[in-house]
Every structure is written in structure tokens, then in C-alpha cells.
């Protein structure tokens, strides 16, 4: 198991700190223009990227992946998690190791894949007496080696011996791919955007580590020396910080503050652009960083286009992903993977009620249907369809019968 052989080199290891373990090595970790070193921690200390990131893994790990099943055209059923058989839909859904909810694991691959560009899913073979269990791979100590016969994943933690998994046994998700093996993260594009803000957050706390003590230039009577110059700085400081009222003896002549106007500079206008700009790399509208309209049902309209031009790739992705790794050949023929979407689109209590109505009086769902969506029990003969009286019949011969549900085709 390889849980159990990591701690047991860990507990062989004896320059290594449990600290060292879980930061592992960043490969993006350079200087920027601005001087701002950014990587996945500092990244954070950005209000909007911290943003992006968090609520894309949260809404996405947020949302169950299903597996369905359809042997016959038509007749689909959703696979339901089982303990016993330890199924793909169990893993999924219920336990997909034995540390991790299903929420937990979603949204540590999901942060991987905006802040390294990849997520490295591995699931071991089958043995007698283990459990089934799906594990990531540390990206950021993690990568794709092929010896030109095989493509392997090779996982280096300092101080350990080398770990290689083979293809088969790893599910691969990627953003920013230029070759279907490595990709590249968000954070690695928008660097200098992210720099940038930094150096603003730095000037920012050396404005506000002032207070509302005003700086200036003091002119002296005399010459003063370096010393006095150094004891006369610390005196004003002190005094402004305790009394707020600076009192100069006959030795200052002049004294003239110097008001640092940041709006005046485009300051703050820089910092607004910034996290626009942040936002649009991580395709995140800006109605969801509170800024942009903010009309109900624009927000909406923009929360569908979220899921669409932001949230739908991911998904797609691990599902296609899926079929392939999680999978059999003969099972890919009748069973695929399905993300719940609708859990992201949840509407008002109102809005969502005409919904499943009209669902159910257009024949899509049964009565027993809708109240499940709503996690209310069936009712004895709620599993028929209706439909409206007055719809009619197609007929082979392409002729119209009507009478609705009572037409025979």
C-alpha cells in the first residue's frame, strides 16, 4: 500500500520535517518583473485568486459525480454506491480512500489543476484483502516520463526513494496542455499580473504600518549630524504615535508634510485593474468577486455562463477521463460518468418549484421524480408520466392523431 510505505520512509527520513513533506518543490517559483516571488502559497495572499481558486474547487467538488448505466437505447439507470462491491460509484460518491470525503478529494485535484495544471488521480490494482481506493499524486513532486515504449508517472519526495506508476493506473487531468502529457497552471500565465498585486499589497501595509502620522521634510538651523539627524527621526515617531502632537523646539526652522495621495497616482485604480485581470485568467465573472452588476436575475444569466465558459471544461474532462481509466472496454460500451450540474444552478424556492412542475406536467419527470429532487419520500402511483391532453401522435406515416397520452401510434 502505498500510504503505508510513505509513512514508513518518512518515519526513516531524518533531515526531513512533516513541513518539508507537504510543500514538496515548486517549479514556477521565480522572481517576477516586480520582484514578488509567486507560487501557490503567496498566490493566496491575493484576495481575488484566492477567490478564483477556492470557490472553482469548492463548486466543482461541490457537485456529485454519478456513474449511470444504459445497457439498452433509452433506458438509463444511475449505478448506486455499494460498500460491499466497493464499485466505481461507492469511490465516487461515499469513500474514495479512507481519509477523504469525496468533497475533500474533488477539490484537492481541482486546486491542483489551477495552480500546477495537472492532477495525477492513481488507483491501485486490486489485491485480496485490501480495499479499493483512489489516491492523488502530489503534483508538485510528480511527472510524466516516457522511455518511448511507455508513458510512466515518476514521484520524487526529497529524501525518498523514486516512486513510478504506470499509465494505466493513473488518471491524468490537464489544463494548458501543449503536448496531452504535462500541462500548465494558471498561476504560471498570470505570474506578473499576480506579482504586480503583491508589490501593490506590499506598498499598501508600508502606507498603513504609518498610520495617520504624517511624513515630511524638516529643515534645521545649523548642520546636524548623522546622529542627530537619526535621534530627532525616532523622537517625532515616538511622539506622533503616543500623543499625536509634535512639538518642534528653535532648532527646526521648516517643517512640511508630504501626503502620499494614492488615488491621485492611480493606485488604487491599479489595484482594481489587477484583480480584474486576475479574474479574467481564471475565466471568473466578476459578479462573483462582488464587483460587476449585481441585478438578480443578470447574476443568473452570468452564473450560466460561469458554468459554461469556466466550470463545464473541468467536468467534461473528468469525465471523459474517467470512462477511460475507471473503466473496463466492455463497460465503456454501457456505463459513463456524469457530473450533477444542476447542483450548481439552484434557484429560489419559487423558481425552482415551477421548474419540476413543468417538468412533470410536460412528461420528463414522474410526480416521484420530482419529489426526489427535493429529497421527499415517493407516494404509491407517482411513477407515471403525463402529459397534456391535447398533444398528438405522430404517426409512422408521418400523419398528426390527436388525443395525447390515449393516441396510438
Given at each position: 500500500?502505498?500510504?503505508?510505505?510513505?509513512?514508513r520512509?518518512?518515519?526513516?527520513?531524518?533531515?526531513?520535517?512533516?513541513?518539508?513533506?507537504?510543500?514538496?518543490?515548486?517549479?514556477?517559483?521565480?522572481?517576477?518583473?516586480?520582484?514578488?516571488?509567486?507560487?501557490?502559497?503567496?498566490?493566496?495572499?491575493?484576495?481575488?485568486?484566492?477567490?478564483?481558486?477556492?470557490?472553482?474547487?469548492?463548486?466543482?467538488a461541490?457537485?456529485p459525480?454519478?456513474?449511470?448505466?444504459?445497457?439498452?437505447?433509452?433506458?438509463?439507470?444511475?449505478?448506486?454506491?455499494?460498500?460491499?462491491?466497493?464499485?466505481?460509484?461507492?469511490?465516487?460518491?461515499?469513500?474514495?480512500?479512507?481519509?477523504?470525503?469525496?468533497?475533500?478529494?474533488?477539490?484537492?485535484?481541482?486546486?491542483?489543476?489551477?495552480?500546477?495544471?495537472?492532477?495525477?488521480?492513481?488507483?491501485?490494482?486490486?489485491?485480496?484483502?485490501r480495499?479499493?481506493?483512489?489516491?492523488?499524486?502530489p503534483?508538485?513532486?510528480?511527472?510524466?516520463?516516457?522511455?518511448?515504449?511507455?508513458?510512466?508517472?515518476?514521484?520524487?519526495?526529497?529524501?525518498?526513494?523514486?516512486?513510478?506508476?504506470?499509465?494505466?493506473?493513473?488518471?491524468?487531468?490537464?489544463?494548458?496542455?501543449?503536448?496531452?502529457?504535462?500541462?500548465?497552471?494558471?498561476?504560471?500565465?498570470?505570474?506578473?499580473?499576480?506579482g504586480?498585486?503583491?508589490?501593490?499589497?506590499?506598498?499598501?501595509?508600508?502606507?498603513?504600518?504609518?498610520?495617520?502620522?504624517?511624513?515630511?521634510?524638516?529643515?534645521?538651523?545649523?548642520?546636524?549630524?548623522?546622529?542627530?539627524?537619526?535621534?530627532?527621526?525616532?523622537?517625532?515617531?515616538?511622539?506622533?504615535?503616543?500623543?499625536?502632537?509634535?512639538?518642534?523646539?528653535?532648532?527646526?526652522?521648516k517643517?512640511?508634510?508630504?501626503?502620499?495621495?494614492?488615488?491621485?497616482?492611480?493606485?488604487?485604480?491599479?489595484?482594481?485593474?489587477?484583480?480584474?485581470?486576475?479574474?479574467?485568467?481564471?475565466?471568473?465573472?466578476?459578479?462573483?468577486?462582488?464587483?460587476?452588476?449585481?441585478?438578480?436575475?443578470?447574476?443568473?444569466?452570468?452564473?450560466?455562463?460561469?458554468?459554461?465558459?469556466?466550470?463545464?471544461?473541468?467536468?467534461?474532462?473528468?469525465?471523459?477521463?474517467?470512462?477511460?481509466?475507471?473503466?473496463?472496454?466492455?463497460?465503456?460500451?454501457?456505463?459513463?460518468?456524469?457530473?450533477?450540474?444542476?447542483?450548481?444552478?439552484?434557484?429560489?424556492?419559487?423558481?425552482?418549484?415551477?421548474?419540476?412542475?413543468?417538468?412533470?406536467?410536460?412528461?420528463?419527470?414522474?410526480?416521484?421524480?420530482?419529489?426526489?429532487?427535493?429529497d421527499?419520500?415517493?407516494?404509491?402511483?407517482?411513477?407515471?408520466?403525463?402529459?397534456?391532453?391535447?398533444?398528438?401522435?405522430?404517426?409512422?406515416?408521418?400523419?398528426?392523431?390527436?388525443?395525447?397520452?390515449?393516441?396510438?401510434?
Amino acid at each position: 500500500m502505498i500510504v503505508s510505505k510513505l509513512v514508513r520512509l518518512r518515519n526513516q527520513a531524518t533531515n526531513m520535517s512533516p513541513a518539508d513533506f507537504l510543500k514538496g518543490v515548486d517549479y514556477f517559483d521565480l522572481p517576477t518583473v516586480s520582484g514578488q516571488r509567486v507560487n501557490e502559497d503567496s498566490c493566496r495572499n491575493i484576495a481575488t485568486a484566492y477567490r478564483c481558486i477556492n470557490t472553482i474547487s469548492d463548486d466543482i467538488a461541490s457537485m456529485p459525480l454519478q456513474t449511470f448505466m444504459s445497457r439498452a437505447p433509452g433506458q438509463i439507470e444511475r449505478m448506486r454506491p455499494d460498500f460491499r462491491l466497493e464499485n466505481i460509484a461507492w469511490l465516487l460518491e461515499i469513500s474514495p480512500n479512507r481519509w477523504m470525503t469525496p468533497l475533500v478529494f474533488k477539490k484537492m485535484a481541482v486546486m491542483w489543476l489551477l495552480t500546477h495544471g495537472a492532477a495525477w488521480i492513481w488507483q491501485p490494482p486490486r489485491q485480496v484483502g485490501r480495499r479499493r481506493e483512489l489516491f492523488l499524486l502530489p503534483t508538485n513532486v510528480t511527472r510524466p516520463v516516457f522511455d518511448g515504449t511507455q508513458l510512466y508517472y515518476e514521484v520524487t519526495m526529497p529524501g525518498w526513494p523514486v516512486q513510478r506508476y504506470p499509465d494505466v493506473e493513473v488518471l491524468p487531468l490537464l489544463i494548458n496542455s501543449t503536448n496531452g502529457i504535462n500541462g500548465k497552471g494558471v498561476i504560471s500565465y498570470a505570474r506578473e499580473t499576480l506579482g504586480r498585486q503583491l508589490s501593490n499589497y506590499s506598498t499598501q501595509n508600508k502606507i498603513a504600518g504609518k498610520g495617520l502620522n504624517p511624513s515630511g521634510i524638516a529643515w534645521m538651523a545649523g548642520e546636524v549630524n548623522k546622529e542627530a539627524r537619526k535621534k530627532f527621526r525616532e523622537t517625532y515617531e515616538e511622539t506622533m504615535s503616543e500623543a499625536g502632537i509634535a512639538i518642534f523646539d528653535p532648532r527646526v526652522t521648516k517643517f512640511e508634510a508630504i501626503t502620499l495621495k494614492p488615488v491621485d497616482a492611480q493606485f488604487l485604480e491599479s489595484i482594481e485593474e489587477n484583480d480584474k485581470e486576475i479574474a479574467n485568467f481564471f475565466s471568473f465573472p466578476l459578479h462573483k468577486l462582488n464587483s460587476g452588476k449585481q441585478a438578480y436575475n443578470s447574476n443568473e444569466q452570468q452564473d450560466l455562463e460561469y458554468l459554461k465558459s469556466c466550470i463545464n471544461p473541468y467536468l467534461v474532462q473528468w469525465e471523459q477521463a474517467a470512462a477511460l481509466r475507471w473503466l473496463t472496454e466492455a463497460e465503456q460500451n454501457y456505463i459513463y460518468f456524469r457530473f450533477n450540474r444542476d447542483s450548481l444552478l439552484r434557484t429560489d424556492a419559487k423558481t425552482r418549484a415551477e421548474v419540476i412542475e413543468k417538468r412533470i406536467q410536460s412528461g420528463v419527470l414522474t410526480p416521484n421524480e420530482g419529489r426526489q429532487i427535493d429529497d421527499m419520500p415517493a407516494y404509491p402511483g407517482g411513477d407515471g408520466h403525463y402529459f397534456p391532453a391535447n398533444m398528438a401522435a405522430i404517426q409512422p406515416d408521418g400523419s398528426l392523431v390527436s388525443g395525447g397520452a390515449n393516441a396510438k401510434p
